[in-house]
């Protein structure tokens, strides 16, 4: 009996299907990806910005004296002008390929991702913030093709990376930041002590965006969104930050404490995983505290990476998608969806049918948790 | 996030696959009394049952290091007497014990059923077979889960570190009741001995009493356990910072799975681009970890020796090397202790000491290094562990229950640590500077 059921044990972890993206690389894998097409009508400029905080040393550099941080912006342009920009440098291509354990593919492959924004492109208008942080050792980057759409669709895009807490990030003097938060990621405390990092880095962003961009940012209208721990970090912005108006939490497991009567909007969206009662009681915890509109959302198929750009780089990475996921696609269309949704409907004041439940045209979306508001029922949002 | 749990899984992945060896059931053992190490995730925790007490008390007897010279019947014992002082108003009284182990089992197996079959008693009854070991490396507990509220790095108890020997002082101040009742480093205690009172976990809520003094004035304050917010920045296993840009220090809170290669990669990073004399690691208030870290970190200090012995009851004993690919750091090196290093810290203490592969500063170890716990599971899902086998140092001395002397005794006061002062700290300083 002890025998059968170790044996059991034995060959149920032995024959699980191989994690995730570690599918043995196809022989020969095609070129790089080239992202989904932005939707929006505005084209899209992107500009990097180098900001440094003197007024905190660097937490995880001890030879920092003060905090740096680099945003990349993706804004409404006018159509035709600058070149197209490379969505990563070969250094941060080849670090985070590596930092990944993706191997078998020329280390350059990721800065060779076509993107749809260009270089020096003159701005064009006055529109709201969104500013973007990005998964655990992942560069901002990973959410390009959610930030070309949002821009698109007339928001100006921030997106953080958080240095130090990367593979890879290009400091204003060209030395390459790599992961030194790397070496903590398992200790007590450590969660909360990135959100609490980023919740500062987010605060000093918006200061320098708001104080030198006051033609490009409609400073009275802000959100975060987030993916992973920059999900978690989007309430922790929040919590710390009234300027931030509303926030989207992209799969990530929470660690800030909220204040009481948190009421501003927050949107979650999770992967089968993070439905109400799952493993990680976080969401639940901080449902029960958010007083205002709210949303909880769950993509079927989905895993942790699905609402980034990794399901489009997979083929160029020679990785299978998992069994039964939607198409590369078809989880861009959801997760800019969903986000220009939600952005629209609380920073533009623009009621959106999505939000009514569940909508035919999407079935892979389900509402979870008990959302006020109307009763759900299908729609043609 | 999702790079731990990653790594998490696939621990448990390569656990699984490479732990070929069957459970080791003894030939002839009924099925229900062989225990086995856990095999993949945890599972849902079951009712403890007496046959879950059953299997407990014969995976000590086959597999606890120190059973072939115990008598098996003291650990019945002490289990009944738990049971009595649980159900005083039972007629209970312990039937003949022969010191044949299964005649033994089925004697007390059947008193305990004429009685009861609660599953809290079952818990008493075990809890108190494996207190009846009397070491510190045999645990076996249901798993409370996490207190309502809890945050990643949240702690839990009175708030604060304590210090010294007699008498005890406050060392440091967490949060919660102790920050919210005013208390301060060097706080003097003075009305409890045992460190272990003040470090209540949970469910434990009852109040502490506790009398203070602080220079001639002197105060009580009832302090309640609970949960409480702490700086994730002190959290951090591995710390390090320059000290007069010639000096190294390294703090290791406990030793984690890559704790070592963390210390390896502190100490590379500070000596980029500076000359630096030496290494200071604060191994105060370590309680240890894995062993295999433990070799690992000694061996940057010196090659070729045995920094362990693991030993049967009769003196079969397996030496523990030296990894010598571990490059050699080539700098001197203190290594500052005090009581709260146990465990693998006493390792590492007793290898670095007994090679004279640097000095150790502060005070005696904690003397709890009994031998590395395995883990067995038992059919109510709960983890029983204990040694299988002791731990004895590179020169075949006992460490457990004696502790590893410093070689310069700098104790900490109640003084220095009200001034912020590290003596220890400045000692190991005045080392490297000579």
Redesign the interface.
């Known amino acids: 009996?002890?025998?059968t059921l170790?044996a059991l044990?034995?060959l149920?972890?032995?024959s699980?299907p191989a994690?995730p993206r570690s599918a043995a690389p196809s022989p020969r894998p095609p070129g790089p990806a080239t992202l989904a097409a932005p939707t929006g009508e505005h084209p899209v400029g992107t500009t990097v910005l180098h900001l440094t905080d003197a007024s905190r040393p660097d937490?995880w550099n001890?030879?920092a004296k003060a905090r740096e941080l680099r945003v990349t912006l993706w804004y409404p342009s006018g159509r035709g002008e600058g070149e197209r920009a490379a969505y990563m440098s070969p250094r941060e291509s080849e670090l985070t390929l590596t930092g990944s354990g993706a191997g078998g593919v020329p280390p350059d492959l990721l800065s060779r991702t076509v993107v749809h924004a260009t270089t020096n492109a003159p701005a064009k208008g006055r529109f709201p913030l969104v500013v973007l942080s990005p998964?655990?050792?992942k560069p901002v980057s990973t959410l390009t093709s959610l930030a070309e759409d949002l821009a698109s669709r007339g928001y100006v895009v921030a997106g953080v990376d958080h240095a130090y807490e990367s593979y890879a990030t290009t400091l204003a003097d060209g030395e390459v930041a790599e992961c030194l938060a790397?070496?903590?990621?398992?200790?007590?405390?450590?969660?909360?002590?990135v959100v609490?990092t980023r919740a500062a880095d987010v605060s000093f962003v918006l200061d320098e965006l708001l104080a030198r961009e006051p033609a490009l940012i409609d400073h009275t209208r802000i959100a975060m969104a987030g993916q992973?721990?920059g999900g978690a970090s989007t309430l922790a912005a929040m919590a710390a930050d009234r300027r931030i108006a509303a926030g989207v939490n992209l799969d990530?497991?929470t660690?800030a404490?909220l204040p009481r009567g948190f009421a501003r909007p927050f949107l979650f969206v999770g992967t089968p995983e993070h439905a109400p009662g799952g493993r990680d009681n976080s969401w639940d915890r901080d449902w029960k505290l958010l007083t205002g509109w709210k949303r909880w959302i769950v993509v079927t198929g989905t895993d942790?990476?699905s609402f980034t750009d990794l399901p489009q780089l997979q083929p160029a990475l020679g990785l299978k998608p998992l069994p039964g996921a939607p198409s590369a696609a078809r989880l861009a269309e959801i997760t800019r969806t969903y986000v220009a949704a939600f952005l629209d409907e609380h920073l533009r004041s623009r009621p959106q049918p999505l939000w009514k439940g569940p909508s035919a045209r999407y079935p892979e979306v389900t509402f979870q948790g008990a959302a006020p508001g109307p009763p759900s029922g299908t729609t043609d949002g | 996030m999702t790079r731990a749990v990653a790594a998490g899984l696939l621990l448990l992945l390569v656990v699984a696959c490479t732990t070929p060896e069957p459970p080791r059931a003894q030939a002839g053992a009924p099925e229900s009394t062989a225990c086995a190490p856990p095999q993949g995730p945890p599972r849902e925790q079951a009712p403890t049952t007496i046959d879950v007490v059953e299997q407990a008390y014969f995976c000590i007897l086959d597999r606890y290091y120190r059973a072939p010279v115990m008598d098996p019947r003291d650990l019945l014992v002490a289990g009944f007497a738990a049971l009595t002082r649980a159900m005083p108003e039972a007629p209970l009284s312990l039937p003949a014990l022969t010191g044949d182990r299964r005649a033994d089992w089925a004697a007390f197996e059947t008193a305990y059923r004429k009685i009861t079959d609660r599953e809290d008693l079952a818990v008493v009854t075990l809890e108190a077979i494996v207190a009846a070991l009397g070491d510190d490396h045999a645990r076996w507990a249901r798993d409370p889960g996490r207190p309502p509220g809890y945050y990643d790095g949240d702690g839990y108890g009175l708030g604060f570190q304590v210090a010294g020997d007699d008498p005890l002082f406050v060392s440091v101040v967490e949060g919660g009741a102790a920050r919210k009742a005013g208390l301060r480093p060097g706080d003097v205690i003075e009305n409890v001995g045992d460190p272990e009172l003040l470090r209540p976990g949970y469910p434990d809520a009852r109040p502490v009493e506790l009398r203070l003094r602080r220079g001639d004035r002197r105060w009580s304050v009832t302090l309640t356990p609970g949960l409480y917010p702490r700086d994730p920045a002190t959290l951090r296993t591995v710390q390090s910072r320059v000290i007069d840009d010639a000096v190294v220090y390294v703090q290791v809170r406990g030793f984690s799975p890559d704790a070592a290669n963390r210390v390896f990669r502190a100490i590379a990073r500070a000596r980029a681009g500076r000359s630096v004399s030496g290494i200071v690691l604060d191994l105060r208030g370590n309680g240890g970890g894995s062993p295999a870290e433990a070799t690992r970190l000694v061996s940057a200090f010196v090659h070729g020796k045995v920094t362990s012995y693991l030993c049967t009851v009769d003196e079969r004993c397996e030496p523990g090397q030296t990894d010598d690919t571990v490059p050699l750091v080539g700098l001197p090196v203190v290594v500052l202790v005090d009581r709260g290093c146990a465990s693998a810290c006493e390792h590492f203490s007793s290898a670095v000491k007994d090679h004279g592969a640097g000095s150790l500063v502060g005070t005696r170890t904690a003397g709890l290094i009994s031998g590395p716990a395995q883990p067995f599971l038992l059919r109510d899902n709960t983890l029983l562990s204990f040694p299988t086998r002791r731990h004895l140092g590179p020169n075949r001395e006992v460490v457990d229950r004696i502790g590893v002397a410093p070689d310069h005794f700098v104790p900490p006061t109640p003084e220095d640590a009200a001034a912020g002062h590290d003596a220890a700290l400045a000692k190991a300083l005045t080392l490297l500077d000579g």
Not at chain 1, 185 to 193: E, K, L, R, W
């Open positions: 009996m002890r025998r170790a044990l034995l149920t972890a032995c699980a994690p937490p001890l030879d998964g655990f050792t790397c070496d903590s990621d398992t200790d007590p405390g450590f969660g909360t002590g609490a992973s721990i990530g497991t660690y404490r942790h990476q």
